[in-house]
Each structure stands twice: as structure tokens, then as C-alpha cells.
């Protein structure tokens, strides 16, 4: 199968979850190359600083919107149809699956905090839960996309 | 690999035998991505009902002349 017959019978919202892990796991690498930084430099976990925090979401929210307009232009019709059953399925349940990926390393975070009491790094922590929460959503997308619902 | 659901279909057949139907006239004639239609073809995703039956209005066939279903053996 050549790679033009393998993208086309990809469809847009699938496309859209490629691209996103891809927007969301540049944007992590950002953020925490920057905090990683910063703490090695300080020899303690940096706090948290906003303006990195705010940086990350612009990055993020300027990619996507960049990646979404590109992958609609070049859907053409496809990018205004509403998500169809299977589509909501798998939206739903890739959802659902990525609370976990949440739940469990805040819970991790949070006995980290109860046994080292480092605010900052439960700050960072959570925010990496976050991070993980949403890169997951997309991966477990493409996962029920490739396997079957 | 997910487990293939015990829904079976000649969907392919029926395209085939209704003037090679293309995957994308089918998926709008029900109202799903093409995706879809390639999805339940190959046994990756059972329709819901509602669409089960318009797949077997398109055809002009009873449900169950499109859709077949194999129980899990008994053990």
C-alpha cells in the first residue's frame, strides 16, 4: 500500500489525533526542558513560574491552531462533517481511559508531596498529570482508531 | 488485536453486486465517514442498529439477508 493510499483512507479526526500528540509532546518537551533548567541551575526544583506556564499554553493553543487548519484545508468536506457513531465511541471511551492516566500520577504526586512536603515539584507533578492526561486522550484515540472499536 | 465482535456482513458483496457502490456513496447514503464503512467491512466496528438497517434499506434487503451473527461456542 503506498503511503498517499494509506493517508487517505485515514480519516480526518485521526489525522487530527496524530497531530496533536505530536503539538502536545513538543509542547511538554518545552516546558520541562525549561524547568529542568532552571532547577539544575538553582540545585533545587524550580517553583512554579507562570510565565513558563503561559508560554506552554500559547505554544500549544498557536500549534494547534496551525495544525487544525492545515489537516481542514487539505480534508476538504470531510472537516465539517460532525463526528459520526464510531467516531463518538471512540472519542468517549479514549476520554474515559485518560482519566487514569490523570488519576493515578496525581495520586502519585500527592504522596510525594505528604513524604518530601516540595510544593514545587507537586506543582510540576500535577501539571505533568495534566500533560500526560491529554497526550494519552490522543494516543488511546489512534489506538481504538488502528485496533477497532 | 481486538477481538473480532460476532457480527457478520456481506457488505463488500452487496457493494460489488450493486454496481461496484464505492465505500465513500455508501458512507453518505447512511451518514458515516468512509472510514466507518471500511471499519465495518473488515469486522473492526458493528454499526448500531439504526445504522445496520439503513445499510439494509440501501440495499433494499432485510437486515439479517446483510448482517449475521456467530454466537460464541458454548463451554
Known amino acids: 500500500m503506498s503511503l498517499q493510499m494509506g493517508l487517505k483512507d485515514i480519516s480526518f479526526r485521526e489525522k487530527t489525533a496524530w497531530a496533536m500528540v505530536i503539538v502536545l509532546i513538543a509542547g511538554g518537551f518545552f516546558y520541562f526542558d525549561k524547568v529542568v533548567s532552571l532547577s539544575r541551575a538553582t540545585g533545587e526544583t524550580a517553583p512554579p ?16 491552531v496551525i495544525v487544525m487548519t492545515v489537516l481542514s484545508v487539505a480534508a476538504g468536506k470531510e472537516a465539517d462533517q460532525p463526528a459520526d457513531e464510531r467516531e463518538k465511541i471512540i472519542s468517549d471511551k479514549a476520554g474515559n481511559w485518560s482519566s487514569y492516566v490523570l488519576t493515578v500520577p496525581a495520586l502519585g504526586a500527592l504522596w510525594h508531596y505528604s513524604v518530601s512536603m516540595d510544593g514545587n515539584m507537586l506543582f510540576h507533578l500535577i501539571f505533568l498529570s495534566l500533560m500526560l492526561s491529554q497526550i494519552f486522550e490522543y494516543v488511546f484515540q489512534i489506538f481504538l482508531y488502528r485496533r477497532g472499536v | 488485536m481486538a477481538k473480532a465482535p460476532p457480527i457478520t456482513n456481506r457488505i463488500r458483496e452487496l457493494r460489488e453486486s450493486h ?10 447514503a447512511i451518514g458515516v465517514t ?16 439504526e445504522s445496520a438497517f439503513r445499510i439494509a434499506r ?3 434487503l432485510g437486515i439479517e439477508d446483510v448482517f449475521g451473527w456467530q454466537p460464541p461456542p458454548l463451554s
Do not use: H
Not at chain 2, 454496481?19 to 453518505?28: K, N, R
Not at chain 2, 468512509?34 to 442498529?49: D, F, H, M, N
Open chain 1, 49 to 64: 513560574i507562570i510565565g513558563f506556564v503561559i508560554a506552554y499554553v500559547i505554544l500549544i493553543v498557536i500549534a494547534s
Open chain 2, 19 to 28: 454496481g461496484a457502490m464505492s465505500q465513500a456513496a455508501l458512507a453518505e
Open chain 2, 34 to 49: 468512509r472510514q466507518t464503512v471500511i471499519a465495518i467491512e473488515l469486522g473492526k466496528y458493528s454499526p448500531s442498529l
Open chain 2, 58 to 60: 440501501v440495499f433494499d
